[in-house]
């Protein structure tokens, strides 16, 4: 079996599935209009045994179940009924979606801001290395091998010291030998 012959296979499975659960959506909707049944995305989802999301990436099916939600009952005294209590619930809900929604793309614009100012003050060369891991442990390393340095120094300057004290003191037997000879 070709790759294109499996490709095109997988596809029309896709395809058929996809119609499957579409029909399937849609059998719920009209059962639950002719039940008086509570519309909404997530009853009409679990009612036709799909996700939710199917239902958001396929518009004319959620524009439909929206348009059914607006439709007022066939039947009086079936479905929800609509009360000033349940809108003002709604409202509230959906206010305190737009305030966490603004706040995530407040948080989204900052964080991108950010990015791009570091992208802009490295393209420019006015910002750190890349490298300045590589720059802190080269400066860490320098730093040892000044103090090492110093060590010996002070050892050598302590050396040199003994020997010219060492110097003055043959120096001075030997001049002292001199003059009692």
């Known amino acids: 079996m070709s790759t ?35 519309l909404g995305v ?5 009612r036709a045994g799909v996700d939710r999301t199917f239902i ?5 099916l959620l524009e439909r179940i929206h348009a059914a939600e607006t439709q007022p009952p066939d039947k009086p005294g079936t479905g929800p009924a609509v009360t000033r209590a349940s809108l ?21 614009e900052t964080r991108l801001s950010d990015q791009l100012g570091e992208q802009i003050w490295r393209a420019s060369g006015l910002g750190a ?12 390393t320098l730093e040892q091998q000044i103090i090492d340095l110093r060590l010996q120094l002070e050892e ?9 004290a060492a110097n003055r003191e043959l120096m001075t037997k ?6 009692t000879g």
Do not use: F, K, W
């Not at 958001?56 to 004319?60: A, I, L, V």
């Not at 409202?91 to 995530?104: D, K, P, S, T, V």
């Not at 030997?174 to 003059?179: G, K, P, T, V, W």
């Open 156 to 164: 050598r300057d302590q050396d040199l010291a003994a020997a010219r």
């Open 56 to 60: 958001y990436r396929h518009r004319d």
């Open 129 to 140: 290395p890349t490298d300045i891991d590589e720059l802190h442990t080269r400066i860490v």
């Open 88 to 108: 003002q619930a709604d409202l509230l809900a959906a206010q305190q979606r737009c305030a966490r929604m603004a706040a995530r793309t407040q948080q989204l």
């Open 174 to 179: 030997l001049n002292a030998s001199r003059q």
């Open 4 to 38: 294109n012959t499996t490709t095109s296979a997988m596809l029309d499975g896709r395809r058929a599935d996809s119609t499957r659960r579409r029909q399937r959506v849609l059998n719920a909707l009209d059962a639950a209009v002719a039940a008086g049944d509570e």
């Open 42 to 46: 997530t009853n009409i989802a679990r």
